[in-house]
């Protein structure tokens, strides 16, 4: 009776927080969530200690704010969690049993990973080296060792009742990145794209019914972080698709964007989650042949091929699109293919997207440095040329951009530039059908 007691006397100044009243979860792009929670938890007049578990185990405790009525003097958190190894370090000095072919009773003088020394009744010790087929027996769940992570706070208030507390925090383990298929029509000249956005939560804890934001943008963090480094999980994913009706609203926010679903959300832990961010039609684009020259004698070059479009409203865009990658298919009328991938940079409404799909198969190129003559001390003219093969059935255009070095001028040509900046150039050379055509210009460069 008297060992109940002092049970019940050492148990009467804790206080469990309740199941979350409501939760918020804020994610960014790296590895960081931020979580805003309301709990109710029950206050007694003058100290309390009040267990708020079912926090992530990737949590930044110093980040806690915490918002309630009364004063938390101090906070703890505790991850020492029960498991074999520390119920065996917790019974050091007290009595086990280990029941097996043969059962072995005594205090556990020292446990390492898969060993223990013991203290029989007779004061002798009995070595196990190996705790293969034997089953521990412990007489009671150590108070101090708890089965899920924990903030413990030591409260001090001047009345008692339930009361409600909130919190904010961030954690690790969290991210989200935007997803998207695009898909270009027979003729090359429309698109159609549909973004998602792709949630992982690794942080170590689960979220039911929270409203969710997204923040697309680079903030700075600080470094020498330890506790958000991305930890090593034995897990098995669990995915899910949201349906097509979600919506996602967005907004300005700082020098951000955010992203907000419309509808409350689960984020389990292990769980990677597509929603839906939007699905746009008909976007007219450019279909480019762009080749990067050196100046050199080179042979058998292939020009990439990329599709351009601007995001803007009369385009049947016009909203920020978030950072992610760009899976690339082609409907030639018969089948749908995937043709090429790229990444896609944080990109604000009414600016220029260029996708790169791939190298083009049907079009070859050779660089030749033709002359190279010094006028003057200081002075050298260079000539090139550069051969355009075209195997296609059509006709195409390549853009050539050559990026200049010193003082330079352009003295002959046989095709127009346009003068990108202080030292580069493109040339637009139209090549037809199954022919070819060789650009040549001379350079004068001045040191």
């Given at each position: ?173 969290m991210s989200w990145k935007a997803e998207y298929v695009a ?265």
């Amino acid at each position: 009776m008297k060992k109940i007691l002092l049970l019940l006397i050492a148990t009467s100044m804790l206080s469990f927080a309740q199941e979350r009243k409501e939760v918020a979860v804020t994610i960014y792009n790296s590895n960081l969530g931020v979580v805003k929670e309301t709990r109710e938890i029950e206050l007694k007049s003058g100290i309390t200690e009040v267990l708020i578990r079912d926090v992530p185990t990737e949590i930044n405790p110093s980040s806690v704010k915490i918002n309630l009525d009364g004063t938390v003097i101090e906070q703890n958190y505790r991850y020492d969690l029960a498991n074999s190894y520390s119920l065996m370090q917790h019974f050091v000095d007290k009595k086990i049993t280990l029941v097996g072919e043969k059962t072995f009773e005594g205090t556990l003088i020292s446990a390492s990973s898969n060993s223990v020394v013991i203290k029989d009744q007779n004061g002798g010790l009995v070595i196990l080296p190996s705790l293969e087929g034997y089953n521990i027996s412990l007489d009671y769940m150590p108070e101090n060792l708890l089965t899920k992570p924990t903030l413990v706070w030591k409260v001090k208030s001047n009345g008692g009742g339930k009361k409600d507390a909130g919190l904010i925090y961030q954690t690790g383990g969290m991210s989200w990145k935007a997803e998207y298929v695009a898909t270009l029509n027979k003729d090359d000249n429309r698109l159609d794209l549909n973004a998602w956005v792709n949630i992982t939560n690794n942080s170590g804890g689960s979220f039911k019914d929270a409203k969710v934001k997204l923040i697309a943008g680079d903030i700075n963090r600080a470094s020498g972080i330890g506790y958000m480094e991305t930890r090593d999980y034995d897990m098995a994913y669990s995915k899910s698709m949201s349906a097509e009706g979600d919506l996602v609203s967005e907004k300005s926010f700082f020098e951000y964007h955010i992203y907000e679903l419309e509808n409350k959300s689960d984020l389990l832990q292990n769980e990677e989650k597509q929603i839906g961010l939007f699905n746009a039609s008909d976007i007219t684009v450019v279909k480019k042949f762009i080749y990067n020259s050196n100046g050199s004698n080179i042979e058998n070059r292939k020009p990439s091929v990329s599709v351009e479009f601007k995001n803007a409203k009369e385009n049947n865009l016009g909203m920020p699109l978030p950072k992610g990658i760009v899976r690339i298919y082609k409907n030639d009328g018969d089948a749908v293919e995937l043709i090429g991938e790229d990444n896609l940079d944080h990109t604000p409404k009414n600016e220029d997207v260029e996708l790169k799909i791939g190298d083009a198969f049907d079009i070859t190129i050779d660089e030749k440095v033709i002359s190279s003559t010094k006028i003057a001390d200081k002075v050298q003219e260079i000539e090139y040329e550069v051969t355009i093969h075209n195997s296609k059935e059509e006709a195409v255009t390549v853009e050539v951009k050559r990026n200049l070095w010193g003082n330079w001028t352009v003295i002959e040509k046989n095709v127009d530039y346009e003068k990108e900046n202080a030292n580069k150039i493109t040339f637009k050379v139209d090549v037809p059908k199954e022919k070819k055509k060789t650009l040549t210009y001379k350079v004068r460069y001045v040191q």
